[in-house]
């Protein structure tokens, strides 16, 4: 089964400066992979996700992440961030064949500060 | 166009009572999901379906009951409340399968006492 691993459960970053949040996923066949942000009090929204072809993706809010296949990584980053972004981000796996459903990370909660 | 409507925001059960969470979507999408999100753990899948009268258990679906009559409703039906089941429950849909966008509804904050 796969699962996913989000390596910081807490990032304080100042405002404008770049931010990386990580993740890790395992599985033993391809996947598809994703960012979900939740602002306070909200539901998930989407950020980007990886189907297939470039590693880069680009997301909304000026977020991009990077499919890294011999690492088992699509590492979440924004080079200047803003107070706005303050919010929890989730990492999310599934497997590209049968019926299994999204796993979620258990979220990296950033906080800008000003 | 509403999306994912949940209801209700907020609400106290005590041990050993029963209620049922709606869940709405107005966009046509075949799957639909619950899923609980407990304070640093992430959202765990409770039950999804694929379609109308289909259904099939998630990760953690005991002391959960769902039904799917129609394209629109997904109600999530809890018997005999524990403190266990004190969370935020989250609705999802979407319109195709795992690679597909999933809408999240803003969420029912359960406290069970």
């Known amino acids: 089964a796969q699962s996913v691993t989000q390596l910081d459960s807490q990032v304080p970053v100042f405002e404008e400066a770049p931010v990386e949040l990580r993740c890790n996923y395992s599985?033993?066949?391809?996947?598809?992979l994703f960012w979900y942000v939740q602002y306070p009090n909200q539901g998930l929204q989407l950020l980007l996700k990886?189907?297939?072809?470039?590693?880069l993706v680009k997301g909304i809010n000026g977020f991009e992440a990077e499919f890294n296949k011999s690492q088992t990584s699509f590492h979440l980053r924004k080079p200047s961030v803003h107070i706005s972004d303050t919010a929890e981000y989730f990492c999310?796996?599934?497997?590209?064949?049968?019926?299994?459903?999204?796993?979620f990370g258990k979220g990296t909660r950033l906080s800008v500060i000003a | 166009n509403a999306g994912v409507t949940q209801t209700p925001k907020f609400r106290i059960l005590k041990i050993g009572q029963s209620m049922t969470l709606q869940c709405a979507q107005d966009?046509?999408?075949?799957?639909m999901y619950w899923y609980r999100q407990d304070p640093g753990m992430g959202l765990k899948l409770i039950y999804y379906?694929?379609?109308?009268?289909?259904?099939d258990k998630g990760e953690v679906p005991n002391g959960y009951n769902v039904s799917r009559s129609t394209t629109e409703d997904f109600p999530l039906r809890l018997e005999l409340a524990a403190p266990s089941q004190t969370s935020v429950y989250f609705c999802?849909?979407?319109?195709?399968?795992?690679?597909?966008?999933?809408?999240f509804g803003s969420g029912t904050q359960l406290s069970v006492l």
């Open positions: 966009m046509n999408h075949n799957y």
């Open positions: 999310a796996v599934t497997i590209i064949t049968g019926n299994t459903p999204l796993v």
């Open positions: 379906s694929v379609g109308a009268g289909i259904t």
């Open positions: 990886y189907l297939s072809g470039s590693t």
């Open positions: 999802a849909s979407s319109y195709g399968g795992r690679s597909e966008k999933l809408f």
């Open positions: 599985s033993s066949v391809s996947v598809y």
